[in-house]
């Protein structure tokens, strides 16, 4: 994620990766580990609220006897 796109997110973690003593490269492994996690989770959500939305058009009517 850029540098820009960080600052906007404000996330923590992405300070805490920041400050921590590492490598520049492990440095960037460490934030593009966090951009795919947040893929992920942006992808799941996705998903779940898509099978969510086709879920209510498969509901049957109910029928009163």
């Known amino acids: 994620m850029r540098k820009v796109n960080q600052n906007a997110v404000g996330s923590d973690v992405y300070a805490l990766i920041q400050r921590a003593r590492m490598s520049e490269l492990d440095r960037q492994v460490a934030v593009d580990a ?11 959500f996705w998903v779940k609220e898509k099978v969510a939305a086709i879920g ?3 509901l049957k ?3 009163k006897h």
């Open 34 to 44: 966090m951009r795919i996690a947040e893929a992920f989770a942006d992808a799941v």
């Open 56 to 58: 209510t058009c498969f």
């Open 61 to 63: 009517p109910s029928v």
